[in-house]
């Protein structure tokens, strides 16, 4: 095994506390925590393990089948993780109406698909393991 020097240990630290490292970090955890967003769409369960509430039967009477939120396929189709300024993601939902269901209405039960909380665990999973994954190549 060969000797790290001092000015080794130097260069990585340097590394691990450039903007860029971090900014890695963000990106690439913007793209491996769509999927699970994604994938509520696909099974009516949201990030903390919840289902979402089920249709209504007045909806299942016009045609709708389960899950909920998937009848155009338009709200899941624009979702989206932006990093911004290298520390922070924001998740959009590119649809108008997606608030509503976010929050429910009064006629309209909360299908929430976005964070309401504490960081659902799916998420910290990845932000911890590609916190990881960067820090162990920058290391190197």
Same mark, same amino acid.
């Given at each position: 095994t060969p000797m790290t020097s001092l000015a080794?240990?130097?260069?990585?630290?340097?590394?691990?506390?450039?903007?860029q490292t971090m900014r890695t970090i963000v990106q690439r955890c913007a793209v491996k925590m769509i999927r699970p967003i994604i994938e509520e769409f696909n099974t009516g369960v949201d990030l903390y393990g919840r289902p979402w509430a089920p249709l209504s039967p007045k909806t299942i009477a016009m045609g709708r089948t389960p899950p909920p939120l998937t009848d155009t396929g338009k /709200?899941?189709?624009?979702?989206? %993780?932006? *990093?911004v300024g290298g520390k922070a993601i924001d998740i959009k939902v590119g649809t108008g109406y997606s608030q509503f269901h976010?929050?429910?209405?009064?006629?309209?039960?909360?299908?929430? /698909?976005?964070?309401?909380?504490? %960081?659902? *665990?799916?998420?910290?999973?990845?932000?911890?393991?590609?916190?990881?994954?960067?820090?162990a190549e920058v290391m190197q």
């Open positions: 080794d240990y130097k260069a990585q630290l340097l590394r691990l506390g450039n903007p /709200m899941q189709r624009s979702v989206r %993780l932006v *990093p976010q929050s429910g209405t009064s006629k309209m039960p909360a299908r929430p /698909m976005l964070p309401t909380t504490f %960081l659902p *665990p799916k998420l910290e999973a990845i932000i911890q393991a590609t916190t990881a994954e960067v820090i």
